[in-house]
């Protein structure tokens, strides 16, 4: 196993105590292996007990590492030092306060998740001795790329339309409410479209892609969003041209 | 929140982008190809003509021109919005408004032939 010397640059903030954010910079002999979460966890482990980041499974399930590596938004634990030059510069995620060092203040994305119902809510009350709700495998795959989403927020750090307005629902909360509206056991259209069809919802996207491109599941958030976008125009013909119709 | 009416200049968009995709090349490539005095015989003046004379004709004929400039229009007003002019009502305003002389133009030119 090869090692290598590489210094890794990493933004060190606490808002109760400093003015500005600054940067550190940490010599870490890596092992070619390694993934940037490693060489973080050497320097916690080694060098300074003091740096804040967030990590917990160390392979792309939890979603916890989500951070700008070299101006990206990475996983930190699906970034492979190989890939990187001598100098790999840590910040926290783009668009998000900072809490201290690494760590983001993520309590608007939550609060947006919540707010586009991302749970199903059967269209019929069915009592559990009346048995499954079934489901073909055509049924499973129009949504199942959308459930693999892991709420890293990686998505929210690259969109620029985020950045420029802050009231965005953003990419994760629409496909994920874009999930379970295609979800054939589930009934809550009508209730997660007062949300996403609203201005700060799907229309605030002006398809960048950006979304799409960094999710680590390749999830297409971005795909999601243009779907929305189709099927709340239908709604909206169809609601004013229509009105006789439903409702 | 309210749902949003964006979806009236969202729809049209939507086609216009589409209906440019594939069919603006191909003028182009006709208009190049004109310019270059070389129009086989289906896209001589007379042929032209006729399939603008035809009702057909005139419905598709209308169908490019209104899409392409609502789409463009919309895309123009984003391109300014993202390049940090922020007076969008203006802009849309402006913007719409072209679009809309363009529409009823194209209308009054296509029934005029």
Not at chain 1, 157 to 170: D, I, T
Not at chain 2, 44 to 54: G, K, L, V, W
Request: with cysteine; net charge neutral.
């Amino acid at each position: 196993m090869s090692e290598r010397q590489i210094q890794l640059e990493v933004l060190r903030y606490n808002p109760e105590t400093d003015s500005e954010p600054r940067f550190q910079t940490y010599t870490v002999p890596c092992l070619n292996e390694w993934v940037v979460l490693d060489a973080l966890n050497y320097v916690k482990d080694n060098l300074d007990t003091t740096v804040s980041y967030r990590w917990s499974c160390h392979m792309a399930v939890c979603g916890s590492c989500g951070m700008m590596i070299n101006g990206e938004p990475k996983l930190a634990c699906k970034a492979f030092i190989h890939e990187y030059p001598d100098k790999i510069r840590v910040e926290p995620m783009m668009h998000f306060p900072i809490e201290r060092d690494l760590v983001t203040v993520a309590e608007d994305f939550i609060t947006k998740f919540a707010s586009v119902k991302p749970y199903l809510i059967p269209k019929e009350d069915k009592p559990v001795s009346a048995g499954e709700f079934k489901q073909s495998p055509a049924e499973l795959m129009k949504f199942k790329q959308y459930t693999l989403c892991i709420n890293c927020m990686l998505c929210y750090a690259a969109c620029p339309q985020y950045g420029l307005v802050p009231e965005f629902l953003g990419p994760a909360a629409i496909s994920m409410a874009h999930r379970y509206n295609q979800d054939s056991r589930d009934g809550g259209r009508d209730q997660r479209q007062e949300v996403i069809a609203s201005h700060e919802g799907v229309w605030e996207c002006s398809f960048v892609g950006a979304c799409s491109e960094v999710c680590p599941k390749h999830v297409d958030p971005a795909g999601a969003l243009q779907q929305v976008k189709v099927a709340s125009t239908v709604d909206w013909y169809k609601e004013h041209l229509m009105p006789w119709g439903k409702k | 929140m309210s749902k949003s009416n964006k979806p009236i200049v969202w729809g049209p968009f939507a086609a216009g982008g589409t209906v440019t995709a594939f069919i603006t090349p191909i003028l182009a490539l006709l208009a190049l190809f004109a310019a270059m005095r070389f129009s086989p015989s289906l896209f001589t003046y007379e042929h032209i003509h006729a399939f603008a004379a035809h009702w057909l004709g005139k419905l598709i004929i209308f169908g490019i021109i209104t899409l392409s400039l609502w789409h463009a229009a919309h895309r123009f007003r984003i391109t300014l919005f993202d390049f940090g002019v922020r007076a969008d009502l203006v802009v849309a305003t402006i913007l719409y408004m072209i679009a809309a002389i363009g529409t009823v133009s194209a209308l009054f030119s296509l029934l005029s032939i």
